[in-house]
């Protein structure tokens, strides 16, 4: 592929609007809600100092005594998947055939920051029966820890080496040891003999990309992949290079591993010298995480072509030279779901825009002298979780079924949006689609007791902790079930159109809170009614 450049900064081009209004110091689509004291204020004075100083002390004690209380104890793990197959995982870190320059934008160090040139995802997929790995189990906290460390002390503004010592001694005492409970390069569940008799579809695997949110990496949604791959879906979870992640590796093969620490607006510069406005920052990281996805979509292609040997040869990450190969014909892209979390799900809506300049070059190859289907492939769903607050405007294009589901927090919490409630904003473009799209199929719900961390990993490994800062009250395991119960019946739809469960009922509330009539809260089943509220649904002549 020859070497390419493009230009993020045209509205245009992105289907962006203006960002003027945002703020990216605050990080409101992060996992964790930030304390009021990470947000910084313009020019403070001695005392506001002080006391922030107090606070940030005590936040830190907080966190010291809640990592020797774990220890002590608890000991942090992730539940077990409980589908019908096991879970097989691997780390796939390709290089492109050259650098995609995407903006010019650059550290005051003079290195660029958004040249993407590698991609790097975790494949959770199903595994044969009785699959055994050699290998060990992935780490939940990728190494080294120091730059993770390093990557949260910038996010909360404490980027001093005794902060980043002891983040970094916080995290390998509380999750140091904990261990993704998936088997790494094992087999692919193998063909059902009846189901590929009765359709050539039953022998493909649908397909999720994942975008993570702000301060976020590829492993912290680990079970919820794995709740999904145990059901028979392949799962790519991406690690974007963008500045959201804490800390993150580049390997290439014959260059040193490069690191790449979170860095904002603030940290970066245009080539001569002006700095960089958060409308930039956010039309440029949208941009780069679009152009991620569409190569994780080009990586898996050419599994399903065949090529699972050569991209196992040329994977940085050393995996995959049992399980690729065995990819071939099994991947279903007629059932590919754009999905993301937070400002992976804004990205994942432009991902879904039929005009995307960058799912074209998902047709190209990742390996030398490799032949990669060359027809182009649109996405047949999006799977969207609590779409960014600040992380810049919607797309409105979406050009396929949507089902979009809120934590709790996140619809009850008014904020607003380009002068407009988020949740109104939210609820009007599903139900555009619904009516725009020939499928007519999107759905918008919230889940009931939940918070905007619930469908990562935090509420296993932290529950208490995360029950006191966030409010949520739903059990861990149980919102997970319901959240993965609602995504295989999205999956369902897309296989055969038949809507089912959840996604089979009428609106309940438009507004949150607010049922839409006594007849229709008492025809409600039971069983949801302490868990899930309808915004928008093809069932409802809303």
Known sequence: MASSKMHPDSDDELELASLASLDSQDAPDAPLA???????????????????????????????????????????ALPAYTGPHGVGTADIELALDSPLNMSDIQLG???????????????????????????????????????????????????FAPIRYLFTFALWAFAGAVRIPAAVDVPLVPLDKEAQEASARNARLPVVVFSHGMASSRTDYSA?????????????????????????????????????????????????????????????????????????????????????????????????????????????????IMAGHSYGATGALQALDPDSPYSRSSASAPIPSSISPSSPIKPAGGLILDPGKESGPLNPHAAAPLLVIHSNTWSRTHTLFYGRPHFSTVRD???????RIPDHAAWFLTSIGTAHPTVTDAPFLAPLLLRWTTGASLDAHEALRQYVYVADDFVTYLTNKTMAGLLHQKVTHRDYGVWVSKERQAEFPEKWKKLWEVHVSPESDA
Request: hydrophobic residues 40%.
């Open 34 to 76: 930030q304390p009021k004291w990470l947000q910084p204020t313009p020019s403070p004075s001695f005392t506001t100092t002080v006391v922030s100083s107090l606070r940030r002390r005590l936040w830190l004690s907080l966190l010291l005594l809640t990592t020797i209380s774990y220890l002590v104890f608890h000991r942090p």
């Open 109 to 159: 160090s003079g290195a660029q920051v958004f040249s993407l040139k590698t991609v790097l995802f975790t494949l959770y997929y199903p595994a044969a029966p009785g699959a055994v790995s050699s290998l060990p189990q992935h780490e939940w906290l990728s190494r080294p820890i120091s730059l993770r460390a390093r990557g949260y002390a910038r996010f909360a503004h404490v980027d």
């Open 224 to 336: 919820l992949f794995g709740e999904l791959a145990s059901r028979g879906i392949v799962v790519a979870a991406l690690e974007h290079r963008d500045g959201s992640c804490p800390g993150t590796v580049i390997k290439r093969a014959n260059h040193p591993d490069y690191p790449v620490v979170h860095f904002a607006e603030a940290d970066l510069q245009t080539p001569d010298g002006k700095p960089i406005d958060t409308p930039t920052m956010k039309r440029t990281q949208l941009a780069f995480r679009e152009a991620e996805m569409w190569q994780a979509v080009r990586t898996l292609r050419n599994l399903d072509a065949g090529l699972g040997a050569a991209i196992a040869a040329n994977n940085t990450r050393n995996q995959g030279s049992l399980a690729f190969d065995q990819f071939k014909n099994r991947l279903d892209f007629d059932r590919l």
């Open 429 to 435: 473009l599903v139900l555009d689609v619904l009516h």
